[in-house]
């Protein structure tokens, strides 16, 4: 039987029937590369990829192609949503080799692991200037056997370039200024294709973390970086990547006018649309997306990783014609699938996004959505011992490590709904989420095999499809500090971006999450605190700051002295809501109790 048929993650189970001797990444495929003396092909993917499934049919299928494969390497299938270090460690690796990087990534290591040829895509037989993957293995196997001394040294050298790149990048950076970040806005607006919307050229993708640093920025009063945001949430949804039929977007374009997509739909990249589109109160927008995330991608209590761009239509594989049809002409059909591995992290996103869809009164009950995901991935993917399951399918946990990402979003998310919804069990489980992670020790959340190789680890700070688990967790202790006073948690949040800074402001199109948080940390936090037994104009006013506070909490008595019971000490002394009041709170020092619009307007202005 293939090492791959009982795998989790459906990419590999793609690959479990294939000629090719696939081994899963760990030990066993290291230790048998190093008895037979071969190099290793690593294969990086995910499951709606469309190219990977490309290569797999040309090249894995065959049975001539995978004899070459089988003779000369040990070949290893990974899923870069399974093993996201894995693949930021190879990624960084490959930049080496070329500036075209993607995937499938295809690398050549030594038994020990470290990579001395890497390529994206290659052709079963060469074209277009590519060359063919047989003749690309004859040529590894040859310097394999004939220049071992050469080979050696190239992954020598390229291990320690990497590791001198992680010396230098590691250094302590400043928190910019506001002043400092408006010049970054006004970079970003340089950037704006005038002519098409969004950033850059083809393919062309939505920067959905860059716009939510957009729109904290805008809340902080830069009214260029509010337009900005604006406009590109605008070009978005007004072009193709909107299916307007079932909501959702899908993954980017493949014009620099978005006129014509790339069909796949993620979890994670519409999670972070639906908050933008909540922010700036696009309720019909956001309302598309909460109707994919219930009809199509949740399976079993939590949400599926992504929707496929393929579908069998008359018995031939077609590229988005599922998605060409209206409402009628899709019932006709079967949908594309459903990448049905359920990730923490992804989730936690999704969670955050409903948490706002629901303050800012989208349709389709987010709030309600996003409660029944947190019980399920609670109940499925905290350990005993409190650590995180990166992700699962049907009930069987995945052996890959929870990153900084699953903690992270998984934190914030639980923390974002629980004072959405005003439940304060579900902000004290985010608290949990985040204390485990703060408890854990160095590279705990580092792929053992990767940390056993003695190959420096990469902390992924790439941002341009959602936000880094740097971030996640650094955005989840700043909520924590606003409703704790515990001022720790705004260190520990510094403390995790401090590195990333002169990355971020050197390349603000790819660090939108870091950004964020350098936005919040530029300025004391402002909270937001309502206590109120009935609704008046009072509440209803208060409420609707939420995108321009760190905390906004709209409880019941009930509720404040649930809080205050969990240790929220936001909430000491404001337990009584028998009159409607607010309390607003900046950098820690709050101000006198606020019943009327008129005084908290006062106050606001003030």
Known sequence: MSRLGDAVSPYLRSHANQPVDWFP????????????????????GYQTCHWCHVMARESFANPAIAAVINENLVAIKVDREEHPDV??????????????????????????????????YLPPASAHGLPSLPEVITAVSSAWREKRDDVLESSRSLVEALAAHRGASSGTGLIPTPERLAVIVDALIAQEDTEHGGFGGAPKFPTTPVVNFLLSEAAASNAEAGALAARLLATYAGSPLRDAVEGGFFRYSTMRDFSEPHYERMLFDNAGLLQAYSRIGAR????????????????????GSAQDSESVIDGISSEGGYFARDAKGRSALVPPAIDDKIVTGWNGLALEGLALASRAGVAGEPGALGVEIAAWLWENHVRDDGSLVRLSREGVLSPAVATAEDYGGFALGLIELGLAVADAQLVAKGRTVLEHYRALP?????????????????????????????????????????????????EWALELVSPCVAHAMAMPLGSGGVLRVLSELSRPARDIVVVADWRNDLLERAAGLWQEAAVVAVVTSEQAQEFLAHGFSLFEGRTDGSVPVAFLCEGGICRMPITTIEALEAQLAG
């Open 442 to 490: 160095p590279h705990a959340t580092t792929d053992p095999l990767v940390a056993g190789h003695g190959i420096p680890g990469i902390t992924d700070i790439s941002e341009g499809a959602s936000p880094s688990g740097v971030a996640l967790l650094a955005l989840a202790a700043l909520r924590l500090a606003s409703l704790t006073g515990e001022s720790s948690y705004r």
């Open 87 to 120: 693949d930021a460690l190879y990624m960084a690796q490959a930049a080496a080799f070329s500036d075209n990087l993607g995937w499938p990534l295809t690398i050549f290591a030594t038994p020990e692991g470290a990579t001395f040829y890497a390529a994206t």
């Open 25 to 44: 990444w760990g030990q066993e495929a290291f230790d048998a590369a190093r008895e037979r003396d071969v190099p290793v092909l690593i294969s990086i």
């Open 284 to 303: 019909d927008t956001a309302a598309g997306i909460v109707k994919f995330f219930r009809h199509q991608l949740f399976v079993g209590g939590a949400l």
